[in-house]
């Protein structure tokens, strides 16, 4: 059976089960979805980096705006989220809302999620952390200074940044999940004992590390890249530059991923 490599197919496969494993939950079907999603992050990034830093988007409150008290980007999110729980965004265990306070519940008839993950995972939520990483350390990295005024679609932009970094992130639970099931000998005595190293130790595969971050940095290059119909390509003049991609992924979202593992595994016999 092959594994499926977006997230719609990855729960059709668990609903539907694999042979592998009862619950259809295996460690290769979690990871072909996080592939899938270094696609998403890597075109939402060239997308956002059409634009400038447009750093009044960040700083400084939206005064235009009745009933804004915080800046455009907190806005627009707030918003986005509030129309996307209303038709049952956040139903789904894949995503975490930014908000989560005060938002609408869901006005369509929900899906039936299978619950693979223990209970606790819905307490888990980073992305006060995913937000702080994102407006100080990246956006600088990776956009040109400067400020054209294009404030709203800067915004738009950020949001899908946002979310599918927060989507790949939080999917440490189900990474996590799979773990556990594999090896519950393994991970259990430290789960008893809250021993977040040793956590950290059992669940870090560094080869498979190494490889996403040349992995991202190829596809930035791929996605990247302006395409001509003539023999002379631009090559080395990529929209994103590749190796932020790269350094992005190894400073951040790998090991935020990690930091969703441990704390779930922390829960996970609860
Ligand atoms: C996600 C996994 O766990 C860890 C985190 C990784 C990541 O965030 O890409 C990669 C390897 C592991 O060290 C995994 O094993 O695939």
């Known amino acids: 059976m092959a594994t499926p490599a977006c997230s719609e197919d990855f729960w059709r496969f668990v609903k539907n089960g694999a042979p592998d494993n009862a619950n259809g ?3 290769e079907s979690v990871r072909e979805s996080l592939i899938r999603q270094e696609d998403t992050i890597v075109f939402n990034l060239i997308e956002r980096a ?5 750093s009044p988007v960040y700083d400084e409150p939206c005064a235009q705006i009745p009933g804004c008290c915080g800046s455009l980007l907190e806005f627009i999110v707030k918003e986005t989220e509030s129309l996307q729980a209303k038709v049952g965004r956040y139903e789904s265990p894949e995503e975490n809302p930014f908000f989560p306070d005060a938002l609408p519940p869901p006005v369509v008839t929900p899906y039936n999620y299978p619950q693979v993950l223990h209970p606790a995972a819905a307490s888990i939520n980073i992305n006060k952390t995913i937000w702080n990483m994102y407006v100080k350390e990246l956006l600088p990295l990776f956009t040109v200074q400067g400020d054209d005024g294009n404030y709203g679609s800067t915004a738009s932009s950020d949001v899908q940044c946002l979310q599918a970094l927060s989507r790949r992130i939080h999917y440490g639970k189900f990474v996590a999940e799979v773990k556990f099931r594999d090896a519950p000998q393994d991970y259990g005595p430290a789960i008893r004992a809250q021993d977040r190293d040793a956590l ?4 870090t595969f560094e080869s498979v590390e190494e490889m ?27 929209k994103l530059d590749p190796s932020i991609v790269s350094r992005l992924y190894g400073e951040w979202v790998m090991p935020l991923t990690k930091d969703v593992q441990v704390e779930y595994l922390l829960r996970r016999l609860d």
């Open 200 to 203: 950290m130790k059992l669940l």
């Open 212 to 238: 996403v971050k040349r992995r991202v940095e190829k596809k930035a290059m791929v996605f990247g890249q302006e395409v001509n119909l003539g023999d002379r390509g631009d090559k080395g003049n990529y």
């Open 50 to 54: 059409k634009f400038p830093l447009n």
């Open 25 to 27: 939950l295996i460690l």
